[in-house]
């Protein structure tokens, strides 16, 4: 069955870092897009960043532009998102997020983000 499964969230403090994964399986993953979501209590998901191939395009939210990478290994099915300099606005749920380009639009759980001193 398909799975998305995120790992890399945590606590870190402002200015700092951290690097989310998500492993794909039970699809052909490099035929989707794949994007990174995040939901913040009491706020709409929203897109943070997005990768259609290996080689782009690749498009980020105004939020995060120049700090975070979004990148792809299409070799072991994982999506990644490096976060850099880090701020309590970036606390949030990450969700990993793929897409056919079609109709089936995948989710995965979901790992917290928590950006506090």
């Known amino acids: 069955q398909v799975q998305l499964v995120e790992s890399g969230g945590g606590l870190v403090q402002p200015g700092g870092s951290l690097r989310l994964s998500c492993a794909a399986s039970g699809f052909v993953f490099s035929g989707y897009a794949m994007s990174w979501y995040r939901q913040a209590p009491g706020k709409k998901r929203e897109l943070v960043a997005g990768?259609?191939?290996?080689?782009?395009?690749?498009e980020y939210g105004d939020a995060v532009k120049g700090r975070f990478t979004i990148d792809r290994d299409d070799a072991h099915n994982t999506v990644y998102l490096e976060m850099n300099l880090l701020t309590p606005d970036d606390t949030a749920m990450y969700y990993c997020h793929a897409w056919n380009y079609g109709q089936l639009i995948y989710w995965g759980q979901g790992t917290q983000v928590t950006v506090s001193s």
């Open positions: 990768i259609r191939r290996a080689d782009g395009p690749i």
